[in-house]
Every structure is written in C-alpha cells, then in structure tokens.
Antibody, heavy 116, light 113 residues
Framework: EVQLVESGGGLVQPGGSLRLSCAAS????????MSWVRQAPGKGLEWVAN????????YYVDSVKGRVTISRDNAKNSLYLQVHSLRAEDTAVYYC?????????WGQGTLVTVSS | DIVMTQSPDSLAVSLGERATINCKSS????????????LAWYQQKPGQPPKLLIY???IRESGVPDRFSGSGSGTDFTLTISSLQAEDVAVYYC?????????FGQGTKVQIK
C-alpha cells in the first residue's frame, strides 16, 4: 500500500525556518517525481515545488523561490522541504504528493502556522 | 502562468441528479505531439487530502466510480457526476500539468439540494 506521511509542521515565528519531511512507503520511491503542494486555511491548492527521481532537477513556484529548497534522500525514501524567512502567508497545510500522470497519491499533510 | 478558472463556485444538486463543473484554462493544455490534454480533476472532502479522479482530461483513475467522467480539450473542460450520491459532497479542483507552475482552479463546492 502506498503511504506518504508528512511531519515537521508547527507554530513558527515570522522570519523563522522549518524543515518538512515526507516518509514514503509501498512503492519504489526513487522512480517517481515528487511534489509539495500547500493549502492555506479555507483556501485552494497551490503547487510549491517538485523534484525528479534523482533529485537533480527542481522547480519552484515564484512566490517561494529563494526561500525554499526541495530535496530527497532515496536511500531513506524521504522527501524534504526546507523553508526559510517564513511569512504569515506561508501558513498552510503542506502535502507531499507522488507524480505519475498527475498526482495520484497524497499524504495527510502537515500544518505550518506562521505567527508571533 | 496558466490560469485555471472553474464555474460555478458552488452548486447544489438533488441526489441522483447530474452535476456539471466547468474548467477553463487561459491557454491550451493540449500537447500536439501526443494529442494529450494535461488536465486532471481532484476531489477533496473536509479534513482530507485531494483525491485524483481524472487525468489526461478523461481517463478515470483506478477505483473511481464510473459516474465520474471528464471531457473537453484545449482550453475547455468538464467534470460530470452523472448521478450525485451523498458521498460526492466535496470540493472539486481542476489542475493543469502542462507547464510549471502547475496550477489549480479555485475549486467548486458540490452540495446536496
């Protein structure tokens, strides 16, 4: 069974940093593109970043470029998102998702709240 | 960026009746070399992550009931629920994966009338 489990969210002060993790199981993690997608409370979905199976291709939405780094450790079946200089508008549930033809599996998400 | 616009924002349909959601992209998401539309539909219920329903605009994901269908090409797409069931109450999103940044519609809330 495919499983994606996010962790690392929490309450952070503006300007702070956070590292989110996504533990994958039930499939060959190293064969898939992976993404982070976020959803602000009561709002829609926003793609944040993605990376290829090898981790050497990375793409970001403009609103996070320079503040966010996506990475992966295929030996640990894990995906990461390092976020710096957090702003109130980064408050959201962050999901990791697996790519095939679209995003076919999603984790349950981890909530990041940016507030003083 | 490709802007995805859904209509309506919400709709209420009687049980067993048809529900139709429209999605329009600001530019074509049809890749001519393979004749595929890079368009997906997701369902999201409260407190849950999105669930993939349809990809390539009209291909139903494994396990998705056949009352869900997708159609359209180029810039205009439709998700149809042929006979609304109580468990279909959710927000539905279209998404283009033609080019980054991959973008979603604003969502359509489907309720029971």
């Amino acid at each position: 069974e495919v499983q994606l489990v996010e962790s690392g969210g929490g309450l952070v002060q503006p300007g702070g940093s956070l590292r989110l993790s996504c533990a994958a199981s039930g499939f060959t993690f190293s064969s898939y593109w992976m993404s982070w997608v976020r959803q602000a409370p009561g709002k829609g979905l926003e793609w944040v970043a993605n990376t290829n199976p090898y981790g050497n291709e990375k793409y970001y939405v403009d609103s996070v470029k320079g503040r966010v780094t996506i990475s992966r450790d295929n030996a640990k079946n894990s995906l990461y998102l390092q976020v710096h200089s957090l702003r109130a508008e980064d408050t959201a549930v962050y999901y990791c998702a697996r790519h095939t033809n679209a995003w076919d599996y999603w984790g349950q998400g981890t909530l990041v709240t940016v507030s003083s | 960026d490709i802007v995805m616009t859904q209509s309506p924002d919400s709709l209420a349909v009687s049980l067993g009746e048809r529900a139709t959601i429209n999605c329009k992209s600001s530019q074509s998401v049809l890749y001519n070399s393979n004749n595929k539309n890079y368009l997906a539909w997701y369902q999201q219920k409260p407190g849950q992550p999105p669930k993939l329903l349809i990809y390539w605009a009209s291909i139903r994901e494994s396990g998705v009931p056949d009352r869900f269908s997708g159609s359209g090409s180029g810039t205009d797409f439709t998700l149809t629920i042929s006979s609304l069931q109580a468990e279909d109450v959710a927000v539905y999103y279209c998404q283009q994966y033609f080019t980054t940044p991959w973008t979603f519609g604003q969502g359509t809330k489907v309720q029971i009338k």
